[in-house]
């Protein structure tokens, strides 16, 4: 197998097949288009590659973020538009050159932050969450504004810490891909044809997180070992 990609375990090859027959149960059953698929392939494949600290996750990310940004534009989600735009294009390129730069033997060196940078992370997310939802319930148009201001502060604080290498990004990603869906669900039940589609992608995301967690923190205690 390509050195590139790595060795795939059967949990994430299982993991694959899995939300990839999702998105086109989904994509055939709503009649979705073939963009909103390759939205949701290069999605799944971005996370899983992060999961197992590829270079290859910012190649699939950087195709992933701006057609997901087209999505978020046209169901009224502008925190989103200019999460996606304005900060995950340049972190794609960013976030690939550190992490060619940081690997010992072909792989990702995975950090731990300590307790004082925990708590520090807590307070910015939610004072961050809380001073642009208020931002953005000014905006017209604007559909669930705290939600999506949740969103957009927890995705931010999450790919600095993918890109600074600290598993702890993997928690946060838990709780970023619950608010989510949940943005999604309601987005769906107001009549967007992409929400289930949006929903299942985001819900793959959740388990990968999760899975992604698991597998940075082993990284992280080799590196401290």
Known sequence: MNKSWGYWNLFEIAWLVLFTSIAVGFTVISNDSLFGFTVFITGVLCVVLAAKGNLMSYVFGMYNT??????????????????????????????????????????????QMELKGLLLTGVVCVLGSLLLGIGLSFIPGQNSPYIDATTTVLSIVATLLMVKRFKEQWLIYIVLNMFTVLLWVIRMMEGSGEGSLMIAMWSAYLVNAVYGYYNWNKGAKEVLA
């Open 66 to 111: 701006v057609g997901y940004a087209y999505l978020a534009y046209v169901n009224g989600l502008f925190g989103e538009v200019m999460l996606n735009l304005l900060f995950f294009v340049p972190m794609n390129v960013v976030g690939f050159y550190m992490w060619r730069n940081n690997r010992q033997g072909g792989k990702l060196s995975m950090r």
